[in-house]
C-alpha cells in the first residue's frame, strides 16, 4: 500500500502518524510551525485521506509496514517517527517491527496497554453500526472526547474543524481500524526495549489517553521523557498547536536536526 502524504520542510525526517478517525490534515499546524526546523512527512494512514484501504485483513502490523514502505520510498534509512493515540499504537507496532528505522520516537495522547474486553467490544459495536448507519455514529460516540474541556468550552473554531474531519473518515477504514485497534498488544515491553529516545506527550485535560498513561509510558522507556500540555485534550496537537510544536522542535535540536528550541 503506497500512502498519500503530505509534507513540508527540509532536513531531518520527522514523521507524524494521525489519530482515529482523522487524516493527515490534522497535522497542518505541525506542517507549518515544524517545517524550518525539520521535514515534516504526514502520511494518511490506510483508508483515511488519500490513501486507499487495500484488502489485508484490519492490523496495526499492517499500517506500521506502510510506513517503513513510506520510509523506502523518500529514500530515508531512519527517523524521528511520531503519532497521536491510534498513530502511537502504530508507531509502537513500528518499534516492534522495523526498529532499527528509527532515530527517535514521539508518542502523543496514546496508551502502551492493550484493550480491556469492554473497550474491545466497544469498538467492535462502533465498526458495526458505522458500517450500518455513517459517520453520525461517530459525531456522537467518539467526537465528544476528542477535545478537551477547554477547547469545548473556548474553542469553537477548533471544534468546528474537528468535527468537519470526523465526518470526512469513510466508514469502511473507521471499522477496519476499530477492529485494528481492538486487536493491538500490550506495548509495553516494546517500551522497555527501545534504544532511542522517546518524547510523550499529552494533553492535561486528556481523558482517553490520560496523563498518568503517558507517565507510565515514559518511565517504561528507558530514555524517556514526558511533557504535558495545558488547555488541550486528546488531540494536544490540533488544540494547542505551538505547545504541542515547541516539545517536538526541542526534542528534534536533540538530534542535531534544527536550530535552538524558539521559546
Ligand atoms: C484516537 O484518537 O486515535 C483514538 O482515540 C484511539 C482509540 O480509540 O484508542
Redesign the pocket.
Known amino acids: 500500500m503506497r500512502l498519500h502524504t503530505r509534507s513540508a520542510g527540509e532536513g531531518l525526517p520527522v514523521v507524524l502518524l494521525?489519530?482515529?478517525?482523522?487524516s493527515s490534515a490534522m497535522w497542518l499546524a505541525q506542517r507549518e510551525g515544524l517545517a524550518e526546523t525539520c521535514k515534516v512527512i504526514t502520511p494518511d494512514l490506510r483508508g483515511f485521506g488519500g490513501s486507499a484501504l487495500g484488502e489485508d485483513e484490519p492490523s496495526l502490523d499492517v499500517m506500521a509496514d506502510d510506513v517503513a514502505r513510506l520510509l523506502d520510498d523518500e529514500g530515508i534509512d531512519r527517523a524521528v517517527v511520531g503519532g497521536?493515540?491510534?498513530?502511537?499504537?502504530v508507531t509502537m507496532a513500528l518499534c516492534r517491527r522495523h526498529p532499527h528505522r528509527l532515530l527517535g520516537v514521539v508518542l502523543a495522547?496514546?496508551?502502551a496497554s492493550a484493550?480491556p474486553e469492554e473497550?474491545r467490544s466497544g469498538?467492535e459495536s462502533i465498526a458495526s453500526d458505522v458500517l450500518r448507519e455513517g459517520t453520525s455514529v461517530l459525531v456522537e460516540r467518539?467526537l465528544p472526547?476528542?477535545l478537551g474541556r477547554t477547547t469545548l468550552q473556548r474553542r469553537a473554531m477548533v471544534s468546528g474543524r474537528v468535527r468537519g474531519l470526523v465526518q470526512a473518515a469513510p466508514p469502511q477504514a473507521v471499522a477496519w481500524a476499530?477492529r485494528a485497534?481492538a486487536a493491538r498488544p500490550d506495548s509495553f515491553d516494546t517500551l522497555r526495549a527501545l534504544r532511542v529516545p522517546v518524547l510523550v506527550i499529552v494533553g492535561e485535560e486528556d481523558e482517553?489517553?490520560p496523563p498518568s498513561a503517558a507517565g507510565a509510558m515514559a518511565e517504561a522507556a528507558p530514555d524517556g521523557r514526558l511533557e504535558v500540555i495545558e488547555k488541550a485534550g486528546?488531540?494536544s496537537a490540533v488544540e494547542q498547536p505551538e505547545a504541542f510544536n515547541r516539545a517536538v522542535r526541542g526534542f528534534v535540536a536533540g538530534f542535531g536536526g534544527g536550530p535552538a528550541p524558539r521559546r
Do not use: C, E, N, W
Open positions: 494521525h489519530a482515529f478517525p482523522l497521536l493515540s491510534m498513530g502511537g499504537y495522547d496514546t496508551k484493550d473497550a469498538r467518539v472526547g476528542l476499530q485497534m482517553i489517553a486528546h488531540l
